[in-house]
């Protein structure tokens, strides 16, 4: 391809809408542009690097029995309440209705719709296991669209299903995917982690595994094992109770006054205490339930924790001050768990029972107890790991100290178990004729996403530098002067002949200055480049530079395209499955 005829508008100033170095540069390398918030139309070289993400994953997939097929975008709204969801997933979800009043939705997941597919195919044991897969757009109506691909309205995913007859099946089903993940991110050329996560809004009772590409711009806090295999997103992440040190008071607790000081922060300047001697108590409402959580006073409440021990609730949430005052009496910043009502359930993290003294609130504008022994002062029904885990803390695996980092979610692989199958009846009959439901998972990978991942990981303040299985193309020729006729000829010359080698090349053939060709080709971030100048020609030699090492090397022009395609081999020897 010559650059003179590919769509590629490149821009030398950064778009003020754009946030992260993602989305900045593909607005700037001409990667893609936006037609509304959170959509976004792919421009050419864009759509090249989104086809081999998609390539790597159709083989990965197939390389493990998976067989794609191509469902509906448009859903029905009947497949959707069989499963409680319509109402559940909120309004993230696009809904629209037919001339005839019939109520659909854009897929933003095909749960729903492939496991009405199999319940309507799948008779026997026999025809288990299955895996379907797709790579098509979904639709969620996000209520800030931001940052580029990485959270959008509409994006590219490939999402497989998996179809086994019991558990033990699934648990097959799984381990291939968990290892197809880890070689289709491995093959795109990214630093990744498999982390324990949350099953979020897709539900299931099973385990699950997010990917995460390492970035420093990542949305998700991560902490890893820097001895054994144990990671973990935070919400997920065990938390083992540090005691601490102390011992309890002889006396009775006592009311004390804290004028105006209602955070955490105040109360410990005020007393004059640590952090980790304060009980922190917070009213949470969930679908009209009420209870109290208690954390000690340096630890932070891990709401996902929270949603998965008590709920799961569609609208997990602090009580509002109007609620808090009604049901204790007092503002939030003073509430604790002495003497509150027998109907309100109290849940304490691990280490709240553990501390041999504590100050907490006394429902009572501008007063604290002190003194306070949580093992035998107040009511504490549920005892559960509900905080958030923190870089330093023993790992739960080995014991080592923990580490965090940073990572973008580029996947995530689910065990559903039956939840799906026995809502929608998709069953099969065993060996003996006994009918089943099928006991699924779900694996989803986000391409769009995937490709702004890899830009977040690998850029330098001239443009992208791309890993060479995802790039656009992997070597530019830039004849630095079209008018010179040696120049150009010897140019053309080591195009054609990359080309008939099969190495992805483009020719820089615009009549523009060398600093112009220079500045983009390390914009879009082309892999190799190829520097046909009069001065090295006079030695018959040509330059050589990558991208990502920035390292330059004179080689004979003969010898050019051979060497070219060495490199290339090399870096995508990968083989493709087993």
Not at 199 to 205: H, K, L, R
Request: aromatic share 6%.
């Amino acid at each position: 391809m010559r650059v003179s005829q590919i769509l590629n508008p490149t821009l030398r100033e950064v778009p003020a809408e754009a946030e992260v170095v993602s989305h900045q540069l593909m607005l700037r390398a001409g990667l893609i542009r936006k037609a509304a918030a959170g959509i976004y139309t792919y421009l050419p070289l864009g759509l090249r690097v989104l086809r081999k993400i998609e390539q790597i994953v159709r083989e990965e997939m197939d390389a493990k029995g998976g067989q794609e097929v191509l469902l509906p975008i448009v859903q029905p709204a009947e497949l959707w309440r069989e499963t409680g969801r319509w109402d559940v997933y909120g309004p993230e979800m696009f809904r629209l209705n037919d001339r005839h009043d019939r109520e659909f939705c854009l897929g933003p997941t095909h749960e729903e719709i492939v496991t009405d597919l199999v319940r309507g195919e799948v008779r026997s044991y026999k025809q288990l296991p299955l895996m379907l897969y797709q790579i098509q757009n979904k639709y969620r109506d996000e209520r800030r669209p931001r940052f580029g691909l990485m959270r959008g309205r509409e994006f590219i995913m490939k999402d497989l299903y998996s179809f086994d007859r019991d558990e033990a099946g699934l648990d097959v089903s799984y381990k291939k995917m968990y290892d197809a993940y880890t070689r289709v991110f491995t093959r795109c050329g990214l630093t990744f982690r498999p982390v324990e996560a949350d099953a979020g809004a897709i539900g299931g009772t099973g385990g699950t595994h997010e990917f995460m590409v390492l970035a420093e711009s990542g949305e998700a806090a991560v902490v890893y094992c820097p001895d054994c295999d144990y990671a973990a997103n935070v919400e997920k992440a065990e938390c083992k109770p540090a005691p601490v040190a102390g011992e309890a008071p002889q006396g009775a607790y006592r009311l004390v006054d804290t004028p105006k000081a209602k955070t955490i922060e105040q109360v410990a300047e005020f007393l004059g205490v640590p952090k980790n001697e304060l009980v922190k108590s917070l009213l949470y409402q969930g679908d009209g339930k009420l209870f109290l959580v208690l954390v000690r006073g340096d630890r932070e409440i891990n709401e996902v924790k929270v949603n998965n021990a008590l709920g799961p609730f569609i609208n997990l949430q602090l009580a509002s001050p109007e609620v808090v005052e009604q049901k204790l009496g007092c503002e939030p910043g003073f509430v604790g768990p002495l003497g509150v009502p027998e109907d309100l359930l109290v849940v304490a993290d691990l280490e709240v029972p553990l501390m041999p003294k504590a100050v907490c609130g006394a429902n009572e504008e501008d007063k604290h107890y002190v003194d306070v022994i949580p093992e035998k002062d107040f009511r504490i029904d549920q005892v559960l790991d509900l905080r958030m885990v923190e870089p330093g803390e023993p790992c739960p695996k080995c014991g080592a100290a923990l580490k965090d980092a940073r990572g973008i979610e580029v996947g995530q692989v689910f065990k559903l178990g039956t939840k799906y199958s026995k809502a929608l009846n998709a069953v099969y009959v065993d060996e003996n004729g006994v009918e089943k439901p099928c006991v699924m998972g779900c694996y989803g990978i986000g391409v769009s996403r995937t490709m702004a991942a890899a830009i977040e990981q690998n850029y330098d303040k001239d443009g992208i530098i791309w890993p060479i299985p995802i790039a656009p193309y992997h070597v530019i020729v830039v004849p630095v002067n079209m008018k010179d006729e040696q120049v150009r000829e010897t140019g053309e010359k080591l195009y054609e002949e990359l080309l008939k080698l099969g190495v992805e090349a483009v020719i820089d053939d615009r009549d523009e200055r060398p600093g112009v060709k220079f500045k983009d080709a390390d914009l879009v971030g082309y892999p190799l480049r190829v520097t046909v100048g009069s001065k090295t020609l006079a030695n018959g030699e040509v330059e050589l530079r990558d991208r990502k090492t920035g390292e330059v090397q004179l080689v004979k022009v003969d010898e050019l395209p051979k060497h070219v395609q060495g490199i290339i081999q090399e870096a995508l020897k990968v083989n493709k499955g087993n």
